[in-house]
């Protein structure tokens, strides 16, 4: 199904800014997987219709950051209380060194599936999940499993030449890379799967781990030139929590902002997840070089690493978006889960900095200023700015027709919402998604994916993190 008219929706929202985040009119034409037309529209002869009463249409999400491979590391109890640091050496790096193959791919296909039914088409995985002699493809097994899906997907190609654990007695599955091994890799699935075209289904983007820890400098800035002279963009962590400016303080004397400035890694093809701890100058620097952000609130609250200042990014210049993180700190790892924390966590930040105004401050005034709006504005287009999907993102004229349909009317949640539009954000939980298409491919109907056991699934889940807790 390329060519249909989605008829009598309550609402569109369509990821613009202003007065164009709701579009005119309950209709919207899809010809040739393109948006062609949004309003009050009639049916043409033969025309396939989706009735959209008692739904709300947005444009499917774009998630700027996961680590799909810990869709099976969920609630580990010796990392769930942890603060990132702890959590680190508790839960990803204790355990990724013991799934396998079959693991692996089991991860990816539930992380996949869990955004899917949320009404996410674009996924951006940052897979560190490399080591010298790996047996298999992980970055084929993971393009293959998104497309089984239906799903856009941008592979951001993590890993190192460093590692944060002691290295003696490292399993081979926590061994660093070399540079050259990590370089040649790179040229490889760039060749086997970047496609450049705004509207792509498959991206590659080079994403050594984090800057401070993962490589020496000099090599994070070959990997920043690498990476340009293929046309792939750049992406990592940074600045999660306090400790970032610790290490990078002691090691370089200045700031992981300004570090990143000195080895190349600052721009408007480059975006980090996280930014949580940011001084003004550094805000300013990200903005004026147009830096980007996948905003994580969700992962930040597990974490207790605190809320990033996306507003005042924004207005400083630099680019926002949303990601989930990894589900080993983000037990709910789906886009419509991170939105709503985004759109509560943002105005309770602005609330927490408040000043009253007899002390020279604002009141409460700017603690409203995060709209439903915003949070689905960052979470779509946002996010397809920051890959680079030119084509992807909002619901407009010419755009590709990634687009969810959510009910309103079978879910006490919603029952009694003055603004039906905002219910999927707002009202937070899992929405009824009754429809999700992909570049006017049909991917999600009824909450389903056509085809996929998710009982068969659950099953094979639960089978696989006994073996990995029985080789821990």
Known sequence: MSDFLIRNATAILTGLKGEAARAQGSDLRV??????????????????????????????????????????????????????????LATPMRLRPLMTEEDFRLSARVGLLELALSGCATVADHNYHYFPGMAYDGSAILFEEAAKLGLRFVLCRGGGTLSRLPSADLRPESRPETLDGFLRDVQRIAREFHDPAPDAMQRVVVAPTTPPHSMEPEQMRETARVARSLGLRLHSHLSETVQYHDAVHAKHGMKPVQFCESIEWLGPDVWFAHLVKLDDDEIALLGKTQSGIAHCPQSNGRLGSGIAPVRQLEAAGARISIGVDGAASNEAADMLSETHAAWLMQRARAGQDAVALYRGGKGEDDAAATTVEDVVRWGSAGGAAVLGLDAVGTLEAGKAADISIYGLDRDPRYFGLHDPAIGPVASGGNADLRWMFVGGREVVRDGKVPGLDVMELGRKSREAVKGILSRS
């Open 31 to 88: 010809r040739g997987g393109k948006i062609a037309e949004i309003g009050t529209l009639a049916p043409l002869p033969g025309e396939r219709q989706v009735d959209a009463t008692g739904c709300v249409v947005y444009p499917s999400w774009v998630n700027t950051h996961h680590h799909l491979f810990q869709s099976l590391l969920k609630g580990d109890p010796q990392g769930l209380n942890a603060t990132l640091s702890p959590w680190l």
